[in-house]
């Protein structure tokens, strides 16, 4: 290892780091460590579209294959046409059998429903299902009717998804849907009672996006934010005009990387997790071309959300809602916590021969290291 | 509702628990029992996510003005404190309301006198299961029979008017119940062989 190329936002404010960052003043670095505290469940932030305006290298970006696709204004595929497409891609490469881990929530229910709405029962001995009871409590109806009839059942909450597990097993999540659909009306920064304002365009109505932040933060972050946001957001060709755009943006560009390296940093207890990474195992349902280009193009109400709490993720809730007919999960279901998320181990940094350094056991190493990772003006 | 077989009218003076429909953004019903309002939440958890609110400590809580009549009429000002994500919200299991505002329904969109119906219904049968099958579903019984034993003494929780299977039944038809009237036949004929008090035995007329 030679190099870092990932470090998480918790770390960056112990006292250690601090004094790595203060020989870098000129960096971005009151607003990066912000960031955290916007999104405290985030990991980190990459930008991988236009200018990189924070303080650290995005060589992830591309070590994980996740650069944005080009944007195509003539996309017309619709998220169930995405979906199914998505379902037929990975089945005709299966060389293992699957792992689906199934929360209960909407986005992996959405992997399931799409499994049931495309394959042959005949299919469903090579799928196994791995949830907990906090699953079954969140979608009931769902395991009763779907799940349990039709697949072998694994225990989630004893599960490390280790070398061992993943030589067996294409293991298959729901991770990145929250990137597709945006962020910023399930963040703590926007309370449910001030959505209104995110239909406004953000160009010509800053105020009431920075009298929020500053209400919840102070105005000097408010205003950081909202500028780098900007430079971020002009540095590309994409349409962004609303509020409910620009988060959308915010998350789709600069999280989509951290995310889509999670589950492969948080869910595998070994230390290095090379063979996790160069074999794309596990995969990530909604990590595909076509679903970021459907989400490039339908930054819509009555598609992606509407008003009401209960019609977020409304495109998911439709494809599930088609083939259940459970209106109440349709109507009244919402966007959850994923317990297992909850149980995060404390790593700070990852090197490129994809290694995990803990700030408790591999302090001097990380303090060696983490000028490699700083964004001199590349 | 007033004409709902299952409704029973009530003033709340003191103890005013709300289970709260963030969708709608109302409340679904009152109960004083903090203990019924809880389990009321968990069997209604297949269908809505709620959240409880402890309602008559806020500034303007009248008995008066809010009851199971109108109680999809009133919402809480410090929605912000409701985690919203959380399914089980343990260990923060009630928000006190700050005040309650009058948000009028509208009924375009959502069917509220179903909705209310169903949840009504299901807190008659958990309250039929708390008085005539208790025994083996009560907190304290939980507890204090774990290590006392009595059934071997002959004091089988068993032995009490519901029994545990048949209170397992009515739970599950209940959690898993989507057409009230359909429900209602399912546990009706769970019960048909029951002897029932008088009060139950003039609106379940079976026995």
Known sequence: MDKIIYVRFTGLEHDRIKEVIAHYPDLNWELYIGLSKINPDSLGAYTRHGVNSFPLKNDIVDILNCRMPDYDPDYRATFDDVTDLRLKQLWSSKNKKWLINWSGGIDSTVVVTSILKNLKPADFKDIIVACSRFSVYENPNFFFNFIKPNFSIIDSSQLDVNQEVLNNYIVIDGEMADQLYGGGLNTKTIDDDEVDFLSKDWRR???????????????????????????????????????????????????WAPIKFRPLLIYNSSKNIADAVVNNNPVHWYDSQEYQLWAMNNNTPGIKYNIDLGERKLASKKYIYNFTNDSYYYKFKLKMDSLSRQSAKTFFAVTNDYTKLYLDTDLDQILELLPTHINQGN | MIDFKYFDYKKFENNAYALYEPVIDCFLILHDSLEYITKLKYILSSRYVLHIVQINLADNFLSSNIDNLCCENWSLSNRSDIDFKSLTNEGNNTVIAKSLCYTPFDD???????????????????????????????????????????????????????????RKDILRALYFGRNLNDTEKEIEELIKDLKLPFYYEQRHQHG
């Open chain 2, 108 to 166: 375009s969109k959502y069917n509220i006198v179903k909705e209310k119906e169903w949840t009504v219904f299901c807190l008659y049968w958990l309250l039929f299961l708390g008085i005539n099958g208790a025994h083996g579903y009560s907190q304290i019984d939980l507890f204090l029979n774990d290590f006392l034993n009595l059934n071997e003494l002959g004091l089988d929780s068993n032995s009490s008017l519901v029994n545990d299977q048949l």
């Open chain 1, 205 to 255: 109505d800053p105020d009431k996006l920075l009298s929020i932040m500053e209400s919840k933060f102070d105005k000097k972050f408010a205003e950081l934010y909202y500028e780098n946001m900007k430079t971020r957001i002009e540095s590309c060709s994409i349409p962004i005009e609303t509020y409910y755009d620009f988060f959308w943006w915010d998350t789709f560009d600069s999280k």
